[in-house]
């Protein structure tokens, strides 16, 4: 947490940085992010109220993929193409946190260099901080400021396990995923659950062996699973997705930039799409959603001990479990407590 | 949540290779720091756009070249510019004991040889926060 300012004076200094962002500081912009990265939802809260009506504006693509599969290299290729239209863009490249030392080595920059001194791009690199899910959740505000400081483009990637790829769904218009050929059989990782999240597979690295062989079974898999209903009730995914669109699959050399002009007129057509098809305002819906549940979520475990303990109902509640009568055992209490809890909030 | 110490590992210079700067990056993130690793062959103009866009609470320069005589005060001119004055500027290297009190003079906070302890680096930077 913040150290313990004085809350007005932390309160000022948040509008004083909100308001040098609006006249385009990009320190203001790296400050903001800091304190989204370190105070957590209590100061997010404060800059979003702020902030929020000033963004939505960013069109948002989410590339992911193993480590090593080409993601910076090709982020900072797509990033290129849309600063030479003399467009706004943002990047934020999550990393891993080792759960070991909580430190983490955040190298995407290396492979970005060669616009570290445009001003129309603004690189932010975050350790994941060992959240689930890649994205923590200052990811997402991350995005809302880099949104509201005018980033026609935000480009954010993160490495591609398990709940990873999922918040990135939830966060982006345009989801590219990276298959490059030979990296072991991670078809395996298509299976668990890739497919729904994908708008566009990009075989990077085609100047390797493999990369045609890879292009064909991304294709068969897709072939067969254009006749598997995608149902709603897995929980896990619970996926908002157009069966309109089948996920194209390019093959792309990040290194030379070969066929990234032709990835980019996939993304736009993805993008248009998302506009007439609807697709965009449903997955907002679904972004949203779940980001209230996170922060209520957030606010609820931090306020639920206060809440229980210090209303005396409790101790008639831990009277009747202490009776040890059917329906007086601590899951049954739980549960007339939510109950309680629900009624007063959300009817 | 809470705050982890953010730092830029960045080598200004000509010089061809980063082992140095990889092993203090590697060491560092082991300690628990978030290591921001830029690469080889960076201006300071480079150095500076990324200390502004990452905010690191932290800044190492790892040098082999000798060319720290001219880009450190150039990096230290440039930050003044910027008005960026909480970030903590360490220098890594073979840096003669005579240029070290110059380097010092314009704004770099300390230098550290070649085979310093990791440790010692950590427990200088945990010290000497500026913010
Ligand atoms: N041969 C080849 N190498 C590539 C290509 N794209 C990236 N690389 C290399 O793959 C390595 C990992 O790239 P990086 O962008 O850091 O991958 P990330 O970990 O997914 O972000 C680097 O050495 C890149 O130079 C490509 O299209 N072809
Ligand atoms: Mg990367």
């Given at each position: ?11 000022f200094?948040?509008?004083?940085l ?11 912009v790296?400050?903001?992010i800091t304190?989204?990265?370190n105070?957590?939802?209590?100061v997010?809260?404060?800059i979003?109220?702020e902030i929020?009506p ?10 992911t ?9 090709l982020t900072?290729?797509v990033a ?8 706004k863009?943002g990047?934020?490249?999550v990393?891993?946190t080792?759960p070991?030392s ?5 190298g995407d ?11 129309n791009?603004?690189i932010?690199?975050?350790a994941?901080r060992g ?8 990811t997402?505000?991350?995005?809302h400021?880099l ?8 480009i954010v990637e993160?490495v591609g396990v ?6 990135i769904?939830?966060?982006a218009?345009t989801?590219?995923?990276i298959?490059?050929p030979g990296m ?9 659950g ?9 075989v990077?690295k085609m100047?390797r ?8 079974e ?5 072939d067969?699973g254009e006749?598997?209903?995608?149902d709603q009730i897995?929980?896990?995914?619970r996926?908002?997705k ?21 990835l ?8 248009e799409f998302?506009k007439?098809?609807?697709?965009k ?6 972004r949203?959603?779940?980001y209230v ?12 001990e ?6 005396p109902?409790?101790?008639d509640?831990v009277d009747q479990i202490l009776?040890?009568k059917?329906?007086?055992d601590?899951?049954s ?15 | ?9 960045a ?14 990056s590697r060491g560092l ?7 921001i690793?830029?690469g080889?062959?960076?201006t300071?103009?480079d150095i500076?756009e990324?200390v ?5 609470d932290v800044l190492l320069?790892?040098i082999?070249?000798?060319?720290h ?5 150039e990096?230290?001119?440039k930050?003044?510019?910027e ?13 003669p004991?005579?240029?070290i009190v ?5 704004g770099i906070s300390?230098i ?9 680096i950590?427990?200088y930077?945990k010290g000497h926060?500026k913010?």
């Amino acid at each position: 947490m913040e150290p313990l300012k004085k809350s007005s004076e932390a309160e000022f200094e948040l509008q004083n940085l909100i308001e040098r962002m609006r006249k385009g500081d990009r320190r203001a912009v790296a400050r903001l992010i800091t304190k989204v990265e370190n105070g957590g939802p209590e100061v997010s809260k404060k800059i979003l109220k702020e902030i929020y009506p000033e963004t939505g504006k960013s069109f948002i693509i989410g590339i992911t993929g193993a480590p090593g599969s080409g993601k910076s290299t090709l982020t900072n290729q797509v990033a290129s193409e849309y600063l030479k239209k003399g467009l706004k863009v943002g990047i934020i490249a999550v990393d891993p946190t080792s759960p070991f030392s909580g430190g983490a080595l955040l190298g995407d920059r290396i492979r970005m260099k060669s616009n570290f001194t445009n001003k129309n791009l603004f690189i932010r690199s975050m350790a994941n901080r060992g959240k689930l899910g890649g994205l923590a959740m200052a990811t997402k505000e991350a995005i809302h400021i880099l949104d509201a400081y005018g980033s026609d483009l935000i480009i954010v990637e993160t490495v591609g396990v398990g709940q990873s790829e999922i918040d990135i769904f939830k966060s982006a218009h345009t989801t590219l995923v990276i298959m490059p050929p030979g990296m072991g059989d991670e078809i395996q990782a298509i299976k668990a659950g890739i497919t729904e999240i994908t708008d566009i597979f990009v075989v990077n690295k085609m100047d390797r062996d493999g990369a045609d062989k890879r292009v064909n079974e991304l294709e068969t898999m897709l072939d067969i699973g254009e006749n598997i209903v995608v149902d709603q009730i897995n929980h896990n995914v619970r996926i908002v997705k157009s069966k309109k669109w089948r996920p194209p699959v390019i093959k792309t050399n990040a290194l030379s930039g070969e066929n990234v002009p032709e990835l980019i007129k996939l993304i736009e057509s993805h993008r248009e799409f998302s506009k007439t098809s609807g697709l965009k305002k449903k997955r907002l819906a679904y972004r949203y959603k779940h980001y209230v549940v996170d922060i209520i979520k957030y606010f609820q475990n931090k306020d639920i001990e206060h809440l229980i303990f210090s209303n005396p109902k409790i101790n008639d509640f831990v009277d009747q479990i202490l009776s040890y009568k059917t329906g007086s055992d601590p899951y049954s209490i739980s549960e007339i407590i939510l109950e309680l809890f629900s009624k007063r909030y959300f009817s | 949540m809470g705050k982890n110490i953010r730092c830029i590992v960045a080598k200004p210079g000509l010089d061809g290779h980063d082992r140095g700067a990889k092993v203090i990056s590697r060491g560092l993130r082991d300690a628990g720091l978030e290591i921001i690793y830029t690469g080889l062959h960076q201006t300071p103009d480079d150095i500076v756009e990324s200390v502004v866009q990452e905010d690191p609470d932290v800044l190492l320069l790892s040098i082999l070249s000798g060319a720290h005589t001219v880009l450190f005060p150039e990096i230290m001119k440039k930050f003044k510019e910027e008005g960026i004055d909480d970030v903590l500027v360490l220098g890594g290297g073979i840096i003669p004991d005579e240029d070290i009190v110059k380097m010092k003079e314009v704004g770099i906070s300390e230098i550290f040889g070649p085979g310093t302890k990791i440790q010692e680096i950590v427990d200088y930077i945990k010290g000497h926060l500026k913010r």
